[in-house]
């Protein structure tokens, strides 16, 4: 089992930038991918980026060249930085971690099994 916690959610202005933390605990050994979902009300659990053997990494297009993936192992901690945030990143964000089958898959949601409690992003105009 793992355990995931996220925190650094918040309400920003168009423009404006966060940064979330997911702490993991447990069986984090067991895991070779991490990564970050989000959804908005009524659409689904989208990808937004995500990180395979602790090095590669991948984003949705949407976000490219503006959130930027980032993972501490030592503290078995996985972090967001948002940048440039749009009214369009307003959603709920989840931490994910899980064993995935290739660097491919790494943003699909059916890849994980272990999801944190997630946390509020809104970003007003």
């Known amino acids: 089992q793992v355990q995931l916690v996220e925190s650094g959610g918040g309400s920003v202005q168009a423009g404006g930038s966060l940064r979330l933390s997911c702490a993991a605990s447990g069986h984090v050994y067991s895991t070779n991918c991490m990564g970050w979902f989000r959804q908005a009300p009524g659409k689904e659990r989208e990808g937004v980026a995500a990180i395979y053997n602790n090095k590669y990494s991948r984003y949705a297009d949407s976000v490219k060249g503006r959130f930027t993936i980032s993972q501490d192992i030592a503290k078995d901690s996985l972090y967001l930085q948002m940048n440039s945030l749009k009214p369009e990143d307003t959603a709920m964000y989840y931490c994910?971690?899980?064993?995935?089958?290739?660097?491919?898959?790494?943003?699909?949601?059916?890849?994980?099994?272990?999801w944190g409690q997630g946390t509020q992003v809104t970003v007003s105009s």
């Open positions: 994910a971690a899980d064993s995935c089958s290739d660097f491919g898959s790494i943003l699909s949601r059916y890849e994980y099994n272990y």
